[in-house]
């Protein structure tokens, strides 16, 4: 999203002790949600930093106390109120397959190895009957590390979030990989620790995915962000704003952008550009340097051009303010899994053009807002198109249905529910 900072507002609140939660083995004690986080949480934009943020927001609200382990190398003490305490050695960007001078499945073992040690040290440190442990991203070495750490029974409970697709779209067909065969040898020794562990998805296609390589449901759970602002029109603005929020990534379309600002500069459209041009690392800013001249070299006076990552406020009312944002994300990747600018996006009324053969466009037809291009020669024409054609007032009540469905405090809801149902 574009967010990685933290503000001292956020870090000035305490894990509570009100006695108004029922923990899931009874008694008025509130729970406790330990967060194993396997993400750089302090990098990538700050996807990880907002959604525990949010998911520990919530908890905290209800009287849970909330605690996140994450990488030995975070710099942030806390998330959303709760203490941040470092521990994982690999995270989840740390590849298996790029081993040069081990084969992969030697650098798989090793990785699965260490992290196995280093969850057993968060379970032995944690683990109570009124315990909820909660993984919210995992590759597949993490799921065998989790069945590795767990040779004793738990007192509490684990979930499991399968956030990531395994799968590869080859001419516009999903095919597995690799990391299907190994998420799958992973679940089938997951499915032995019995009810102590759910399987959660946050999106429909993901959930369809892993429910075929397990017999363990995969329990849908909503994406926790903020309540949404009530948008139910947008305003009039002089000119279309058109926005591309978080860091430059290709497989999330950055690649696109300098050639759709000249055709919709060149045809003369009342339209303006607001672009995210920053990059998470300076060897990444190596990387897409000649991306960022390009980018500049096609933006007008009246465009404006992000340099640095948003903080929070600041990225909502961004999001607020433009009519239209650009997703033209990589099916190969995308296909399944959810994107949270979608969610913002549509949250604060903002008309999406996506990608096609993505879960943002099962999406966008679903509810029927926004627009589905495919990511051919004729992209920035398509996307010139939709401009001159008009961007919707009205925002349809499916929208509205949509995101408050994905909220924190009905993921907290929903999530608690799937739990309870599982209690032993």
Avoid at 10 to 22: Q, R
Wanted: charged share 20%.
């Amino acid at each position: 999203m574009g967010i990685h900072l933290i503000s001292p507002a956020l870090v000035s609140i305490k894990p509570g002790k009100a006695g108004n939660a029922t923990g899931l083995a009874g008694g008025n004690v509130p729970s406790r949600l330990v967060i194993l986080d396997f993400t750089p949480i302090d990098q990538l934009g700050g996807h990880s930093y907002e959604y525990d943020r949010n998911v520990v927001t919530a908890f905290l609200a209800r009287g849970w106390e909330c605690v996140v382990y994450a990488h030995h190398a975070c710099r942030l003490k806390f998330v959303g109120g709760a203490e941040i305490r470092p521990l994982f050695t690999y995270i989840t960007t740390d590849t298996i397959v790029r081993a040069k001078l081990l084969r992969p499945f030697v650098k798989l073992f090793v990785h699965a190895t260490r992290t196995a040690k280093e969850i057993r040290y968060a379970v032995l440190a944690e683990d109570t009957p009124d315990t909820v442990f909660f993984a919210q991203t995992v590759e597949p070495y993490h799921v065998w590390a989790l069945y590795r750490a767990l040779s004793k029974p738990l007192c509490g409970k684990l979930v499991i979030m399968l956030r990531a697709t395994s799968l590869r779209t080859v001419r516009g067909n999903p095919r597995p990989t690799f990391r299907t065969a190994l998420y799958w040898f992973g679940l089938r020794r997951i499915r032995r620790l019995g009810a102590q562990v759910v399987l959660v998805a946050d999106s429909e296609l993901l959930q369809e995915e892993y429910q075929a390589l397990t017999a363990v449901p995969i329990n849908l759970v909503p994406h926790p962000n903020p309540a949404p602002v009530e948008t139910t029109t947008r305003g009039d603005n002089a000119s279309l704003c058109i926005t591309a929020v978080g860091r430059l990534a290709v497989d999330k379309g950055s690649q696109y952008l300098p050639q759709i600002m000249a055709i919709v500069h060149r045809k003369s459209l009342s339209a303006r550009f607001a672009i995210h041009i920053h990059t998470d690392s300076p060897e990444a800013s190596q990387v897409y340097g000649p991306l960022q001249a390009s980018i500049r070299a096609n933006a007008r006076t009246e465009d404006v051009l992000f340099e640095t990552p948003l903080g929070t406020e600041d990225y909502w009312r961004q999001l607020e303010a433009a009519d239209v944002v650009l997703l033209l994300y990589d099916p190969s990747r995308y296909r399944n899994q959810i994107s949270g600018v979608l969610m913002d996006a549509l949250a604060a009324g903002c008309f999406p053009i996506v990608s096609d053969d993505t879960w943002l466009a099962h999406v966008v037809r679903s509810i029927g807002f926004g627009a589905v291009v495919r990511l051919d020669s004729n992209l920035s024409e398509s996307v010139a198109a939709i401009l001159k054609a008009g961007i919707p007032k009205a925002i349809p009540e499916k929208v509205r249905s949509f995101v408050q469905f994905h909220t924190r405090d009905n993921f907290l809801a929903v999530l608690t529910s799937i739990l309870q149902r599982n209690a032993v």
